[in-house]
C-alpha cells in the first residue's frame, strides 16, 4: 500500500494547525516535517516547537527529514518533541552508522537519503540499518523545485536492490511530486510519495483525496 505524506513545509505557517486540520478525514497517515538549519541547506524551517506544538493536535506519523549538520546531536530533543521517524543526509553525519543506531536506540524508524548528486550506491552498504531510503528528487533546501528526471535511475536501482535482497526497507521519493506525475514515480515501486504545494497550495482536501485514488491504481 503507497502512502501519501504532505509535506507542511509548503502549509501556510500563520495557519499550520487549520491547514493541517483540512488534511483530516480522508485516510492520511502522515506528515513530512523539513527541518533545515541553513548550513547544510541553504534555508532555515522549523524544529522542535513547532512539532511539539502539532503533536498533540495530529494523531499522524511524523515523518521527520533533517536537512542539518550532524543530526546525532539533536536525535533525542526529536523523539521528545514528537518525531516517529528521522531521516538524515548521507553527506551530513560525520559517523553515518553511530547516528542512525542513535534514531533507533531512541526508539524511531530509520530513514536515510543523500542529495541527487551523490552517488546512489554509496547508501546501499546501509540497507541493513535503515526503515526507509529517501530518493530526493529535487535539491534540498526548497518546496516546489521540479522533478529532476535522472533520479528515476536511483529509484529503479534501490527497488531492484531492496527486491533482490528481501529487504523490508521502505522507498520513499520527495520533489517536485504533483497528481500529474506521481504515475511516473509508482510505476518505479516507491512505497511512500511526499508532496508540499501540490498539496498546501491547493485544495488541501481534494488533492489528497485525488492521490489516494491514484494510489488505489496500485494496490
Do not use: W
Request: charged residues 30%; aromatic residues 10%; glycine residues 6%.
Amino acid at each position: 500500500m503507497v502512502r501519501l505524506s504532505p509535506s507542511i513545509l509548503s502549509a501556510n505557517f500563520a495557519n499550520l494547525q487549520g491547514d493541517l486540520d483540512q488534511t483530516k478525514g480522508c485516510g492520511l497517515k502522515m506528515i513530512h516535517i523539513d527541518v533545515m538549519d541553513g548550513i547544510f541547506v541553504p534555508n532555515i524551517s522549523f524544529a522542535f516547537k513547532v512539532i511539539s506544538d502539532i503533536r498533540d493536535k495530529n494523531d499522524y506519523f511524523f515523518d521527520t527529514h533533517l536537512m542539518i549538520e550532524e543530526p546525532i546531536r539533536y536525535i533525542d530533543e526529536f523523539k521528545k518533541a514528537g518525531s516517529d521517524r528521522i531521516t538524515v543526509h548521507y553527506e551530513a553525519c560525520k559517523d553515518l552508522k553511530a547516528t542512525l543506531k542513535a534514531i533507533r536506540d531512541a526508539g524511531m524508524e530509520v530513514g536515510l537519503t543523500a542529495k541527487p548528486e551523490t552517488d546512489p550506491k554509496l547508501l546501499l552498504k546501509y540497507f541493513d540499518q535503515i526503515d526507509l531510503i529517501l530518493v530526493m528528487s529535487v535539491r534540498p533546501g526548497f518546496g516546489g523545485q521540479k522533478f529532476m528526471e535522472e533520479t528515476k535511475a536511483t529509484m529503479d536501482l534501490y527497488r531492484k536492490y531492496i527486491d533482490e535482497n528481501n529487504l523490508k526497507v521502505k522507498m520513499q521519493v520527495d520533489g517536485g511530486i504533483k497528481t500529474t506525475n506521481v504515475r511516473e514515480v509508482l510505476d518505479l515501486g516507491v512505497d511512500e510519495v511526499v508532496s508540499g504545494s501540490d498539496i498546501f497550495a491547493k485544495d488541501i482536501k481534494s488533492q489528497i483525496l485525488t492521490y489516494h485514488e491514484i494510489f488505489k491504481e496500485y494496490e
